[in-house]
Each structure stands twice: as structure tokens, then as C-alpha cells.
T-cell receptor, first 115, second 114 residues
Framework: AQKITQTQPGMFVQEKEAVTLDCTYD???????LFWYKQPSSGEMIFLIY??????QNATEGRYSLNFQKARKSANLVISASQLGDSAMYFC????????????FGTGTSLTVIP | KAGVTQTPRYLIKTRGQQVTLSCSPISGHRSVSWYQQTPGQGLQFLFE???????NKGNFPGRFSGRQFSNSRSEMNVSTLELGDSALYLC?????????????FGPGTRLTVL
């Protein structure tokens, strides 16, 4: 089974609107971390936000927030007030202690912000 | 703090040659991971090193190898290059190798095999 599933290959959003990128994960480990990365066309992976499995509150970093629903095993990324510079690939990732803390990445979602 | 650096940034090789890529982690970081990214296969994990020991290994042939030095710098080597090895190779470092440790990526090395 896939550890990380991103079901939206491509998304479009109007500038200044909010957008939600979906991510579900699969683990039986009680200790894990969830991460989101942004990859612009230049290729570099940029860390956006982190959520720990024991965190009670949803993580927020500026315009990024992580909608963490533990029982549903989902960790959706919400980008508020989209900007043209947000156009990029977005990857959801998980790191779990049970598998040697290896990082698992999803297949990514391509986000295009329309002016 | 300086970020993760990778050298070279671009590389062109021919089939059968070998190549060595270098990665310098963020100062103080002890874990270094390598990934291969291609349009067809996406982002694939190669291996992770922590304190000079390989901790995890992905599903790649033995032509792909790596090592980590005492200063945490890491190299990966690909021998007998094949056309399918053309990819963006990304290196990432984290402070430790626990479930809450964030990986920070370098700019990548874009390898083209002709």
C-alpha cells in the first residue's frame, strides 16, 4: 500500500483565493511526522510546514496551514490568498519511526495560480 | 546558516561512465538522504546516511552507492551509467534521523546521460 497518497495531479486556483491540496497517509506507527514541500520549476524542494502525530493543534506557517485529521489519516495543505508565485508542484511526505525514519513522498500536485 | 549545497549543479556523461555527486549538509546536521527524481518515476529514495552509517536504502541497483564523511558531507556514486539514470538528484539533510526531523533539500544535480 502507498504510504502517501495525493489524488489531485493538477489544481487551478484564482489569485487571492484559498486552495486545499489533499494528502492521505498510511501508517500504524504512533510516532510520525507529516511534511509539505513546494517544488518550483527550478527544481529545488522547499520545506513549507510540519505536523507531528502528537500535536494537538493544526500547524500554521504564514499563509500555509495543515488540516490534520488523525482519525481519517489526512493532512491537507491549505494555502490562503494564493499568489502567482505559488504555482509549483507540492509534495506531501511522511516520516515514521517504524521504518527507520525513512521519508515517504507522494506523487505531488501541480498547482497553477491564475491571475 | 548556509543551506544544503550540491555540486556540480549540472553534469553530462555518456553511457558506461561513472559519476560522483557531492552534498554538503546544513552545518550541524548529521543525516543526509539522496533522492532521484524523474518525470516518469517521480521522487524515489536512494539512501540515507547518519553519522557515517547507511541507515536506509531504497530499491536501486548496486551501481548506486554512497558514503558519508566524518564532517557529514556525503557523496553518491553511480557506476556504468545508463540512459535511464538521467535525472535530478536531490540531497537532503536533517539534524537527526527521527520521525520529527525535517529534511532540507539542496538545489539538486541535474544529470544527463547521453
Amino acid at each position: 500500500a502507498q504510504k502517501i497518497t495525493q489524488t489531485q495531479p493538477g489544481m487551478f486556483v484564482q489569485e487571492k483565493e484559498a486552495v486545499t491540496l489533499d494528502c492521505t497517509y498510511d501508517t500504524s506507527d504512533p510516532s510520525y511526522g507529516l511534511f509539505w514541500y513546494k517544488q518550483p520549476s527550478s527544481g529545488e524542494m522547499i520545506f513549507l510546514i510540519y505536523q507531528g502525530s502528537y500535536d494537538q493543534q493544526n500547524a500554521t506557517e504564514g499563509r500555509y496551514s495543515l488540516n490534520f485529521q488523525k482519525a481519517r489519516k489526512s493532512a491537507n495543505l491549505v494555502i490562503s490568498a494564493s499568489q502567482l508565485g505559488d504555482s509549483a508542484m507540492y509534495f506531501c511526505a511522511m516520516r515514521e519511526s517504524g521504518t527507520g525514519n525513512q521519508f515517504y513522498f507522494g506523487t505531488g500536485t501541480s498547482l497553477t495560480v491564475i491571475p | 546558516k548556509a543551506g544544503v549545497t550540491q555540486t556540480p549543479r549540472y553534469l553530462i556523461k555518456t553511457r558506461g561512465q561513472q559519476v560522483t555527486l557531492s552534498c554538503s549538509p546544513i552545518s550541524g546536521h548529521r543525516s543526509v538522504s539522496w533522492y532521484q527524481q524523474t518525470p516518469g518515476q517521480g521522487l524515489q529514495f536512494l539512501f540515507e546516511y547518519f553519522s557515517e552509517t547507511q541507515r536506509n536504502k531504497g530499491n536501486f541497483p548496486g551501481r548506486f552507492s554512497g558514503r558519508q564523511f566524518s564532517n557529514s558531507r556525503s557523496e553518491m556514486n553511480v557506476s556504468t551509467l545508463e540512459l535511464g539514470d538521467s535525472a535530478l538528484y536531490l540531497c537532503a539533510s536533517s539534524l537527526y534521523s527521527g520521525p520529527t526531523d525535517t529534511q532540507y533539500f539542496g538545489p539538486g544535480t541535474r544529470l544527463t546521460v547521453l
